[in-house]
């Protein structure tokens, strides 16, 4: 990865990176690695324990190792384990020198105490993960068998050896990178693109339908419900975001539910708008874009349409069923927006009243914690909130890592389920989510201007259980299968990931749309061609309403599938920081991370021999080599002689 002034992460050389194998399964092994063994380099198989910023920073300052790889610690370390960094997205919030000074770069609160910042540190030899235990073994066997150290001394040769290729073609960073790329694509018939920006889509959609190509009239009050859903790990494409994703994103869609079935929710008088960034673990990317589209008047809303603003942060891990509720002291300096918030704040409290769920208001001296709504702040002052289960900083020590898995926010099953059942098991989070989900819809009804008895607002903890599963266990479940459209069951893969990357849109952009689409919208009574081809159609008012043609359930007669025609406001917006529209590949202003592109990345372990048996085989090589050409050049000489043919005797006479 690059932005605007480093390269991040790993790689390789381009021919691929080798070393003898030795297993480091303690610190007082490194000292084989970095001082004593008489084979360097080293590739390094190290215990996931030991995988921190102390022992990667002495392998990084040596030349005696050639690559790592590391096997994933089970359990999860319980010291915790974050590589993010401790002020995630510094810089790119809302705080600065000219914006709450005393705030920027969290002087006054450290987020993320555990973050090592290990994911922001450039390597130069590859780094990979052995998620799979039989893989590790059969390396340890083979270092076992060949390369184990006998009695303090050297092992003897043959030993077993691991070649790593996870070469980059790009380098230094993002303004060098997509310079170079934009020559190749100018002046080239066939241009080398080197790297890509990270981007995707955001998903959203209204309580009430907007027409997506005209503009809300100025006069319109909208109430934005946001969450974020992408993660990160250190290791590419590893990024389950239990808690700093997933947790918040599934109470949102269940709020999203239980307010749409509100009874007389078409008559509330403000309009709510669900969003959903994609890309924000990257310094914002997708919320600093949908400002920048509000701003540009490219998106159906302004910033002067949004009444009010709710975040959901991580809330899966709460104290005492504790939610905090996190403000900007800065704005609330001003008289109208303090207003604002103290009633946002109060709405939000009366709100939890019957729940399991108590809302309490963090200090006033405190900032806001790293969120999207931080984005919109710096265009306007907008009230808001972000609800947390974290009062200061995260409960969450894997955040940002590749063991904030579900059990990490308390996602357990039984034994012996089938996956059918474990799809429907209703987990303790599920419930203590549902309960979250309850008290936000119900605080967006009151703040719509709903004036009925909220106690009818109830979301589902089974539709919270199922997506807790789909987004964390298993995408390839029944659920997901009937929602979405018949072209993209190929999404469906089985362990869920929520890394960003660079083709659009992935798969959780794709299952939090259909997602929300099932949730929230209706089904028609139209065939696959009208839904397909709604323009077509009378009657479907295209403008308002977005229409899809789902795979629906199995027929529990037969093996097909009842497809149907689902109507909803759901919508994807862009999701491709600003930097790259304006070719500002250097801002300071908006995110300018980027992805090197590779040719592949593969692994493989062999035998070495003896660097004396190898001069012995070259020279034993060249001595023949010489030879053979010797001979070549006398045979050729004399190939009249060697190869003549015999002489004809002539005729004979009898």
Not at 414 to 422: A, D, K, N, V, Y
Not at 511 to 529: C, D, I, R
Request: with cysteine.
């Amino acid at each position: 990865l690059l932005n605007a002034t480093h390269q991040v992460g790993c790689q390789s050389s381009i021919s691929g990176d080798t070393g003898v194998i030795h297993v480091v399964d303690k610190e007082e092994d490194l000292r084989w690695v970095l001082t004593d063994g008489p084979h360097p380099p080293y590739m390094i198989l190290l215990d996931g324990s030991l995988f921190n910023r102390r022992v990667l920073l002495q392998l990084k300052g040596t030349s005696r190792v050639s690559g790592l790889a590391v096997a994933a610690a089970k359990p999860s370390p319980p010291q915790g384990f974050s590589p993010g960094l401790q002020c995630p997205n510094d810089g790119f919030g809302v705080y600065s020198k000219d914006y709450g000074p005393q705030y920027a770069h969290c002087n006054s609160t450290v987020w993320n105490p555990v973050g090592s910042g290990l994911s922001y540190e450039d390597f130069d030899f590859p780094i990979f993960l052995l998620e799979d235990a039989n893989e590790t073994q059969v390396i340890k066997q083979c270092y076992q068998d060949h390369n184990v150290p006998r009695d303090g001394a050297g092992p003897e040769y043959p030993l077993c050896a691991m070649q790593l290729f996870s070469h980059m073609h790009a380098v230094t960073s993002t303004v060098t990178c997509m310079r170079r790329s934009s020559i190749q694509s100018t002046f080239s018939l066939n241009p080398e693109v080197v790297c890509d920006p990270l981007l995707d889509y955001n998903v959203w959609s209204t309580l009430h339908p907007i027409n997506s190509s005209g503009k809300v009239d100025p006069d319109k009050e909208v109430i934005i419900v946001a969450t974020r859903i992408d993660s990160h790990s250190f290791f590419w494409n590893i990024a389950p975001g239990a808690e700093s994703a997933v947790s918040s994103f599934v109470t949102h869609l269940a709020a999203a539910e239980a307010l749409h079935k509100a009874p007389d929710v078409q008559l509330l008088r403000r309009n709510v708008m669900f969003t959903f960034f994609q890309g924000e673990t990257f310094d914002y990317i997708g919320s600093s874009r949908m400002v920048y589209d509000m701003e540009k008047d490219k998106f159906p809303l302004r910033l002067n349409n949004i009444h009010s603003f709710i975040e959901l942060n991580q809330v899966a891990l709460r104290n005492d069923s504790v939610l905090w509720m996190h403000t900007d002291p800065v704005s609330r300096k001003n008289e109208s927006i303090q207003g604002q918030v103290e009633n946002l704040l109060q709405i939000l409290s009366n709100s939890s009243t019957g729940a399991n769920v108590t809302l309490q208001e963090v200090g006033y001296s405190q900032p806001l914690p790293p969120s999207s709504f931080q984005r919109f702040l710096r265009a306007q002052h907008i009230p808001g909130v972000v609800l947390t289960d974290h009062r200061a900083s995260f409960h969450n020590r894997y955040y940002q890592s590749m063991y904030d898995t579900p059990e990490n926010i308390g996602v357990e099953y039984p034994e012996g389920l089938s996956p059918e059942e474990t799809l429907e098991y209703v987990t303790d989070t599920a419930k203590s989510l549902a309960e979250v989900a309850t008290v936000v819809a119900r605080a967006l009804y009151q703040l719509a201007g709903g004036a009925s008895n909220t106690s009818a607002i109830q979301a589902d903890p089974k539709t919270v259980a199922r997506m807790l599963y789909g987004f964390l266990i298993k995408m390839n479940n029944s659920w997901f299968q009937s929602i979405i459209k018949p072209d993209l069951k190929v999404i469906l893969g089985d362990v869920p990931q929520h890394y960003v990357a660079v083709s659009s849109p992935v798969n959780t952009t794709y299952l939090v749309q259909y997602v929300l689409a099932n949730l929230t919208g209706t089904v028609v009574n139209l065939t696959k061609e009208e839904c397909l081809n709604p323009e077509k159609t009378p009657n479907t008012e295209k403008e308002m309403y977005e229409y899809a043609w789902v795979q629906g359930s199995l027929d529990p007669n037969s093996t097909s599938r009842v497809p149907f025609c689902v109507r909803s406001t759901v919508r994807l917006s862009k999701a491709l920081s600003p930097a790259f529209e304006l070719r500002q590949w250097g801002s300071t202003e908006y995110s300018t991370w980027t992805e090197s592109r590779w040719k592949d990345i593969r692994a493989r372990i062999f035998l070495v021999a003896s660097k004396e048996l190898e001069m012995i085989t070259l020279a034993v090589g060249i001595v023949i080599l010489i030879f053979s050409l010797l001979a070549t050049y006398f045979i050729n000489a004399k190939a009249d002689v060697l190869f003549s043919l015999p002489r004809d005797s002539g005729a004979v006479a009898y």
